[in-house]
Nanobody, 128 residues
């Protein structure tokens, strides 16, 4: 099972930026890697995912144009650059990896039930 280690959470004022990183213990093909987030009393929702070679990606509607996911293949690391942060982005962000039968499948909304490994979670707090 792939082990995921996250870093980069923190506190920021609205309109600010943060970058999350998630390092995987190994590279795996036919996988999608990215983040879910969970706010208090909310369901865990998919935020952004990217295919193993970076050719396909998914973004939740509310983060499109503000968040960018990209990866460093040599470092087995995926990054989430979060700009123009809003109060509603406050949540625990969980890195996740899931298998897919084809790379284009990473452009589809992710399901929690498809996740093979989870990171430990990192808190992102946006204040006014």
């Amino acid at each position: 099972q792939v082990h995921l280690v996250e870093s980069g959470g923190g506190s920021v004022q609205a309109g600010g930026s943060l970058r999350l990183s998630c390092a995987a213990s190994e590279y795996t093909t036919m996988t999608c890697m990215g983040w879910f987030r969970q706010a208090p009393d909310q369901e865990r929702e998919g935020v952004a995912f990217i295919s193993d070679l970076g050719g396909f990606s998914y973004y939740e509607d509310s983060v499109k144009g503000r968040f960018t996911i990209f990866r460093d293949l040599a470092a087995n690391t995926v990054y989430l650059q979060m700009n123009s942060l809003k109060l509603k982005d406050t949540a625990i962000y969980f890195c996740a990896i899931r298998r897919t039968t084809f790379a284009g499948g990473c452009a589809a909304p992710p399901l929690k039930t498809d996740v093979n490994s989870w990171g430990q979670g990192t808190q992102v707090t946006v204040s006014s």
